[in-house]
């Protein structure tokens, strides 16, 4: 959805897929300023010595599963679990060194200025 310009309804946790070979990334919301994502991963983490290094600020929200977010200059990765949310800010080098590959992982990610 671009611009919004009619109600639309969803269910973050319908049409999960069973097996996830990459990570599954859905844009529900996007205009100027923001976009909003579902990610869904199984045992999915970035390749070893890669990081993300975004232009804007990133919230994240996981809603199922489990992962760990590395944020560059920590000693170790975040733990994260149901409910657990994380602002990185722009700029800061992160990478995801695992999620739970026995059970998929739903993200809800806002990317915003």
Not at 31 to 57: K, M, N, V
Not at 86 to 100: F, G, K, M, S
Request: with cysteine; glycine share 8%.
């Amino acid at each position: 959805m671009s611009n919004p310009t009619s109600s639309e309804m969803g269910n973050l946790f319908c049409h999960i897929p069973a097996q996830l070979s990459e990570e599954f990334v859905e844009i529900l919301v996007k205009t100027t300023y923001f976009h909003l994502e579902r990610i869904i991963s199984q045992g999915q983490a970035t390749p070893a010595g890669q990081w993300y290094d975004q232009e804007t600020h990133e919230w994240v929200a996981l809603l199922s599963g489990g992962a760990g977010l590395w944020l560059e200059g920590d000693p170790e990765p975040v733990v994260m679990r149901p409910g657990d949310y994380l602002l990185i800010p722009a700029r800061r080098r992160h990478r995801v060194e695992w999620t739970d590959s026995r059970q998929p992982t739903v993200w809800l990610v806002l990317h915003f200025q």
